[in-house]
């Protein structure tokens, strides 16, 4: 290999290691960004309640299933949404949230107008 032509690509190389910072790859869509197992804690009255989520997007549309923790049964989600950040679905009321980095604030609006706020992030164990 030529010394000029063994520079150049060193050159190139160092320009392309160096600009790769500059020009971040997206992280995907917000419906794979929810794909996966999430958790939220729900505290006031006196008590605590966590909720698990299990997330399955696919395009604009968003199924899974709702657990509240003590309770043995898992909820479906039904006419589950996906519009840019935002879903909303109903399983044990009716959730609406944001997807803001790695957490999705969520709010939970039970019969009687009654809303609850959250904030749930991504277990362990999620894909």
């Known amino acids: 290999m030529n010394s000029r032509f063994a520079k150049t ?3 190139f190389a160092l320009v392309l290691v160096s600009s790769a910072g500059a020009f971040p790859f997206p992280a995907g869509s917000p419906a794979d960004q929810l794909r996966g197992h999430w958790e939220a804690e729900l505290a006031g009255e006196g008590k605590r ?3 698990y989520f299990d997330f399955q997007p696919k395009a604009d549309a968003i199924t899974g299933t709702v657990e509240l923790a003590g309770q043995d049964r898992q909820f479906p989600i039904q006419n589950g949404k996906i519009s840019g950040n935002n879903v909303s679905f109903q399983a044990l009321g009716l959730w609406t949230g ?3 980095g790695s957490e999705l604030k969520l709010t939970r609006e039970l019969d009687g107008g009654k809303k609850q706020h959250m ?3 991504r277990t362990a164990n999620s894909q």
């Open 119 to 121: 904030i749930a992030r």
């Open 49 to 51: 309640f966590w909720f």
């Open 98 to 100: 944001t997807l803001e």
């Open 9 to 11: 690509i060193f050159a």
